[in-house]
């Protein structure tokens, strides 16, 4: 299975807060599952990074497949803006996220589903 993890997901993890999730977390670390992520949950981690948290997230990081976001995911991501702003206030940020994990065909791991309006996305 592929992996797509949101970001509000990889800060739980970075924190540590959520009990569940980071039992969650490490059964996947010793799974097969290929585990992805995308250049906005970088953006969106490392603009909330705290003092004394850059160690921790460098690792985190080091630990996932960040995806690019390329012409492909950006022309999908502008059809789910186009199709979900108005009804669902989608942002730029969860278009992009859901156009990666549609076109690595992976599953989507958050805890924000009503971000995520389109019919064809798996969750995890």
Partial sequence: MTILVDSD?????????????????LDLGLS????LCTPVSVAELWAGVRPGEHEALTELF?????????????????????????SHGLELGDALIAAATVG????????NRKHY????????
Avoid: N
């Fill in 9 to 25: 997901i990889l800060i739980e993890v970075s924190r540590g807060r959520d009990r569940a999730i980071v039992a969650r977390w």
């Fill in 32 to 35: 097969e599952d290929l585990v």
């Fill in 62 to 86: 080091r630990a996932l497949i960040c995806v690019p976001v390329d012409a492909e995911v950006g022309r999908r991501a502008g059809e789910y803006m186009k199709q979900y702003r108005k």
């Fill in 104 to 111: 690595h065909r992976a599953t989507l791991w958050t805890r």
């Fill in 117 to 124: 309006p389109m019919k064809e996305m798996a969750f995890y």
